[in-house]
Nanobody, 130 residues
Framework: QVQVVESGGGLVQPGGSLRLSCVASGGTRSSLVMGWFRQAPGKERESVAA????????YYADSVKGRFTISRDNAKNTVYLQMNDLRPEDTAVYFCAADPNLGGVSSIRYYRHSDNYMYWGQGTQVTVSS
């Protein structure tokens, strides 16, 4: 029912910035909890950030705190990930995920876990290289 599409990845120098976008479409009437994950070759998928349906509650992984900012525009059903001061270790495929929170989970920390999202995009490559 819901399609999730990421965009904005690319190649950037260390210390540079990128902004990823993710749009969830498919006619859903209610907003979705949305999050960003990343996966580097040979590594487990890890949570980067998550944002509540209203946009007021946010989670960041310690590794990106202070450098990345997640935000959303509910009118556009779009979530953004502004990535600043990028480092080579940020290189990964970045995935956007969305979930309607049908169970009414009240803690954003629940959405640190990939298994808790219903919808996923195909990913966008971010490469940080000098």
């Amino acid at each position: 029912q819901v399609q999730v599409v990421e965009s904005g990845g690319g190649l950037v120098q260390p210390g540079g910035s990128l902004r990823l976008s993710c749009v969830a479409s498919g006619g859903t009437r209610s907003s979705l909890v949305m999050g960003w994950f990343r996966q580097a070759p040979g590594k487990e998928r890890e949570s980067v950030a998550a944002i509540s349906r209203g946009g007021l509650t946010i989670y960041y992984a310690d590794s990106v705190k202070g450098r990345f900012t997640i935000s959303r525009d509910n009118a556009k059903n779009t979530v953004y990930l502004q990535m600043n001061d990028l480092r080579p270790e940020d290189t990964a495929v970045y995935f956007c995920a969305a979930d309607p929170n049908l169970g009414g989970v009240s803690s954003i920390r629940y959405y640190r876990h990939s298994d808790n999202y219903m919808y996923w995009g195909q990913g966008t490559q971010v490469t940080v290289s000098s």
